[in-house]
């Protein structure tokens, strides 16, 4: 690694850190944040399997979860049909 580095050195180029390549790169990016907004201000009731859906994202349920809620909005977690019925209906 250090031959490595002092070659980099030799052809002017640096040898800090590289932060760019380190990490997970979101799969969810500004512009997708702004459809989400948009798409629930039309449709408020949609689940976060539609919204991953309509957006054609490649990411898990609670990935959107996270991203909505760091945005300060809120979405429904199960389709219409999954939902608890209310109290004393059977």
């Known amino acids: ?14 040898i800090g850190a590289r932060y760019d390549r380190c990490g997970r790169k979101a799969r969810i990016v500004e512009s997708h944040r702004q ?18 859906d309509a957006l054609e994202l490649n990411c898990t349920l609670p990935a959107i979860h996270y991203v909505l809620r760091g945005m300060g909005l809120t979405s429904k977690k199960d389709a219409p049909r999954q939902r608890a019925k209310p109290p004393g209906h059977h």
């Open 1 to 14: 690694m250090v031959k490595k580095l002092l070659a980099r050195k030799r052809q002017g180029a640096k």
């Open 35 to 52: 459809a989400l907004s948009a798409l629930l201000e039309q449709k408020p009731d949609m689940t976060l399997a539609q919204l991953r």
